[in-house]
């Protein structure tokens, strides 16, 4: 099975380059299956219901998130019946939505996807590790196909997700920082790793907004207006193949996109 996972989207830009370029993609690559990380989709800063039916019109299967999830408080009261919207797990008990998921691929076959943030230099969460294991004790026999989606800043906490996983996950893909790494590999239980599969949305920009303001925060320590870049979208994505019966990936790869470099 060939699933394609979508990193963070980043508002309008990231929409529209999905939208003219997706379905060419998932053709090339004949993917089963499509998750994306959503959750800067809407402006920039968190998702709305319009904006996730307008990805689930594209193809997207299941959007994930992160600490961002939150930023579009409208989309809190639909957390809990748009099951195809996860958001991290690990946060406290009694909060919408959930971060784990059953669900099948157009053949039918069955696809756990679990959302899980990381500690370090974030939020103080639950601990995400803990939470794995009561995602996967849920999952148990229900899927051979899983996916983790581990939104986290230190590479020194995801590649510690995926050694802690490897072996009971088909993937460990790391989001949130909306820059690409090169360590996409198969590890050696049979999990597929990336510590961030990027971002999908303007490259002429610091990850995903205006470089402008940006610099005069840094320069100035003073707060500004961040607004989400337009120009030179692309699409960083990673592809991998899965065997349905094992659940072990047998290969990843990073899918790049942009104008002058076609995925």
Known sequence: MKVL??????????????????????????????????????GGFGLTLDVANELFGLGIHVLTSGNHIWDKKEILEHLNREKRILRPDNYPPGLPGT?????????????????????????????????ADRLLERLSGQASILVVDFHAEATSEKVAMGAYLDGRVSAVLGTHTHVATADNRVLPG??????????????????????????????????????????????????????????????????????????
């Not at 963070?8 to 004949?30: E, N, P, S, T």
């Not at 699409?235 to 094992?246: Q, S, V």
């Open 99 to 131: 971060g784990g998921g059953l669900f099948h691929s157009p053949a039918g076959t069955p696809i756990g996807v679990l959302n899980l943030e990381g500690r370090v230099f974030m939020n103080y969460l639950d601990c995400p590790f803990r939470a």
């Open 5 to 42: 996972f979508i990193g963070d989207i980043v508002g309008k830009a990231g929409r529209l380059v999905l939208k003219q370029q997706l379905d060419r993609i998932v053709d090339r690559h004949q993917v089963d299956f499509v998750i994306a990380n959503g959750e800067n989709a809407a």
């Open 190 to 263: 049979g999990t597929a790793y990336m510590s961030d599969v990027g971002m999908t949305g303007s490259r002429d920009s610091i990850i995903g907004v205006q470089k402008e303001p940006v610099l005069e925060r840094f320069l100035t320590q003073l707060p500004v207006r961040f607004e989400v870049a337009k120009k030179d979208p692309v699409i960083c994505a990673a592809l991998m193949d899965i065997d349905e019966g094992t659940g072990k990936t047998r290969s990843i790869e990073r899918v790049f996109w942009s104008e002058d470099t076609q995925a």
